[in-house]
């Protein structure tokens, strides 16, 4: 499978969609760029992207599973269509990390093979990028025996594979009181609790720090910083909503299940620690995974001190594709900024995306920016 020479043959390019995540948002990108679409779509699921907004997609290719993606005649047509698809945290899950790597032959922009990545029982991954980076992350408990402070337990739902239950702990005790619930509750179940990660909660505000990674590193510069957001998380948004004394009264369990987002901002004095560690870690990425990242890439973090009572960007997460947050564009500064830079109208970080893929085709370099 050679996408590159794949890519040498495009006369013209159709933005290939996963119908779910952030499908919308690469819709409106593309367009606005003047690029055919196709959405891939799941039967059923379906209505937001063929009846409420049919408008930002030219061609719709209607599976009875996502899964589906990866059958011969589904991948020719989108080859016949001059496909560069852009992959997103959906597109990930539910075809999975083997049938990318190894089946599916359509161009990807971006990394293909960093997406598996950002799965944490994964030899080489987020975590042993920031490591190599030298980007501080939580420290990582081997098991609830040793919780000596307040951690975060990440397990993954039981009937959702794009979502996770966080809960919090304090001690052992309080761990396995914990689990024990969201496992009569069916939130979790054994085998998601034997895989979860915990890890110290980090006191302090969260940004989610949002940037995309240029092939074409010649014309367009490393990196750009397009923005940060932060969640809005079912249901934990509504325990923070009450006082104290009534979030006592509650019986039910925090579910931290993303349901949105909203715009932050960060003091100018502050945000240089925010561009280095993204700068650290592109070259880490660069080094083990090459030719590195290309496109979006999010880190997720929060600002909190240090031993040595400095300020620090502590990350969480780290998403190797479009981060899939519709309010980074309307809301942050940075598209002004980039405007000016690139002298061309940015109106959202995935403009950025469709900016490369379309110089890239103008300099015959189509095959820098896939893999």
Sequence with gaps: MDVKKIVEDYKDVTIGIFGSHSAKEIGVSAKSWGFRT????????????????????????????????????????????????????????YVGYDGIEQNFRVPIFGNRYLLRAEERDYEKNQYYLLEKAGVRYPKKYDSPEKIDRLVVVKVQQAQNPLERAFFYASSPEDYFKQAEELIRQGVINEEGLSKAR?????????????????ALKDIFGDFDFVGF???????????????????????????????????????ESKQDMVYRSAERFIRACEAEFPPGIIGLFGLQGGVAYSPEEKLEFVIFDVSFRVPGDPAIGPTSPEMRILSLKHGVKIEDPLDLTMMEIKRAMELNRLPEVVT
């Design 229 to 267: 957001s932060d969640r809005r998380q079912v249901n934990l948004q509504g325990f923070l909503n009450l006082p104290a004394r009534d979030q006592l009264k509650i019986n039910l369990p925090v579910k931290n299940e993303e349901i949105g987002h909203f715009g932050v901002t960060m003091r």
């Design 38 to 93: 196709v959405v891939i779509v799941q039967r059923g699921r379906d209505s937001l992207y063929t009846k409420y907004n049919r408008h930002l997609y030219d061609e719709i290719i209607v599976l009875d599973s996502f899964k589906d993606l990866l059958h011969p005649e589904v991948q020719d047509r989108l080859l016949e269509l001059n496909t560069i698809f852009i992959p997103n945290r959906s597109f990930a899950v």
């Design 198 to 214: 915990i890890e110290e909660y980090v006191l302090g505000p969260r940004f989610n720090a949002n940037f995309h990674c240029y």
